[in-house]
C-alpha cells in the first residue's frame, strides 16, 4: 500500500512522542547498565530486540522520506525552479538583443528574422516561467512558508508570478518606447504576443492554494507546543533542529565563533524564517511511523 506524504502538522504532533521516546530508551539502557546481572528479568532481551527493531524502521522511514516529500524532494523542487527562472531571464536577455538588431538592421515585417527570433525567445520564456512555477508550487504544498507576516507568505507562495513580471515587464516597456520604429501591423502583432504570453504565463503561475491565516496559525501552534528547550538552525538550512548532536548540524560551528549554527527558542527560530522540524531529530521520522501505524493493513 502507498504511503501518503506526511504534512508538517503531523511532524510537529509527533515531536513529543518522539521526545519522549528517546527518554524512555535512555532510562530503560541506564537501568538495564545497573541493574546486576544475576537479578537482570528474562524479558530484558526481547524488550531490547523490539527497540532495536524500532530503530531499524525508523531509519528505513528517513531513508524513504525524499520520495514521499521530504527534504531532498523540497530542496531539488526549489532547486529546479530557480534554475528554470535563471533560463526564463537569458532568454528576456536574448529577446532585447533579437528587438535591438531587428531595429539597427531596419526590420519591418513581424515575420522578419529577426523579430520570429524575439518571439521564440519570449515563447521560451513563458515556458520556463510555466514550469518553474509549477516545481515552485509543489514545494510549498510540502513546506509552506509560514512567517508571521501575511506579505512575507504572500510574496513567498506568489514568487511564480512575480518572477513572470521580472521576465516580461523589461521587455514590454522597452518595446512600447520603441514601437514608433515599427509599422502598425507589426506593432500591433508584436504588443499582441506578448500581452498573451505575460497573462498566460501569470495565470499559470499564480498559486491559488496558499495556506489561509487559520491554517498557518494552527500548523505554528501545533509546531511551538511540542518543542521543549534550545533549538538550533543554520544560515543556509531551512530546518530547525531539538539535537545538538543531530547528524545534520553536529560539525557546526556556533554563530558565535564565527560559524554558521544558531541556537535558541523556537520563537527565534520562527523569526528566522525555519519553520520545518528536521525529519531526523525534530520528530519528523516519528511522524510517518504513527500515520503508517495508523493505516489498516491491506
Known amino acids: 500500500m502507498e504511503k501518503k506524504p506526511v504534512s508538517d502538522a503531523a511532524k510537529a504532533e509527533a515531536a513529543k512522542k518522539a521526545a519522549a521516546a528517546k527518554k524512555a530508551?535512555?532510562?530503560?539502557?541506564?537501568?538495564?547498565?545497573?541493574?546486576?546481572?544475576?537479578?537482570?528479568p528474562k524479558k530484558a532481551p526481547v524488550k531490547a530486540k523490539e527497540v532495536e527493531e524500532v530503530v531499524e524502521t525508523v531509519e528505513e522511514t528517513v531513508e524513504a522520506a525524499p520520495a514521499s516529500g521530504g527534504k531532498g524532494s523540497v530542496k531539488g523542487l526549489r532547486i529546479g525552479a530557480i534554475i528554470l527562472w535563471v533560463l526564463a531571464l537569458a532568454a528576456e536577455v536574448a529577446a532585447f538583443?533579437?528587438?535591438?538588431?531587428?531595429?539597427?538592421?531596419?526590420?519591418?515585417?513581424?515575420?522578419?528574422?529577426?523579430?520570429?527570433?524575439?518571439?521564440?525567445?519570449?515563447?521560451?520564456?513563458?515556458?520556463?516561467?510555466?514550469?518553474?512555477?509549477?516545481?515552485?508550487?509543489k514545494a510549498n504544498r510540502i513546506r509552506p512558508n509560514?512567517?508571521?507576516?501575511?506579505?512575507?507568505?504572500?510574496?513567498?507562495?506568489?514568487?511564480?508570478?512575480?518572477?513572470?513580471?521580472?521576465?516580461?515587464?523589461?521587455?514590454?516597456?522597452?518595446?512600447?518606447?520603441?514601437?514608433?520604429?515599427?509599422?502598425?501591423?507589426?506593432?500591433?502583432i508584436l504588443i499582441a504576443i506578448l500581452a498573451v504570453l505575460l497573462v498566460g504565463a501569470g495565470t499559470a503561475s499564480a498559486d491559488f492554494q496558499q495556506p489561509s491565516e487559520e491554517q498557518v496559525q494552527q500548523l505554528q501552534q501545533e509546531a511551538q507546543a511540542e518543542a521543549v528547550g534550545e533549538v538550533y538552525w543554520t544560515r543556509y538550512g531551512y530546518s530547525y533542529h531539538f539535537d545538538r548532536e543531530c547528524p545534520y548540524i553536529v560539525g557546526k560551528t556556533p554563530a558565535a565563533d564565527g560559524g554558521t549554527l544558531y541556537a535558541g527558542s523556537l520563537d527565534d527560530a520562527f523569526a528566522a524564517n525555519r519553520w520545518d522540524p528536521c525529519d531526523t531529530c525534530a520528530g519528523g521520522a516519528e511522524a510517518k511511523l504513527d500515520e503508517a501505524a495508523a493505516q489498516p493493513e491491506g
Not at 531595429?103 to 524575439?118: H, I, K, S, V, Y
Not at 513580471?165 to 506593432?187: E, M, Q, R, W, Y
Request: contains cysteine.
Open 97 to 137: 538583443f533579437a528587438f535591438s538588431y531587428a531595429l539597427r538592421n531596419g526590420a519591418q515585417n513581424w515575420n522578419d528574422p529577426e523579430f520570429l527570433l524575439m518571439i521564440g525567445a519570449l515563447v521560451a520564456d513563458a515556458i520556463f516561467c510555466i514550469i518553474a512555477a509549477q516545481l515552485w508550487k
Open 25 to 40: 530508551a535512555q532510562s530503560k539502557s541506564t537501568a538495564t547498565k545497573s541493574t546486576p546481572a544475576k537479578s537482570a
Open 146 to 188: 509560514l512567517s508571521d507576516s501575511k506579505l512575507v507568505r504572500t510574496l513567498w507562495h506568489q514568487l511564480g508570478v512575480i518572477m513572470v513580471l521580472v521576465c516580461f515587464l523589461p521587455i514590454g516597456i522597452f518595446l512600447l518606447a520603441k514601437s514608433d520604429k515599427l509599422n502598425k501591423k507589426t506593432k500591433t
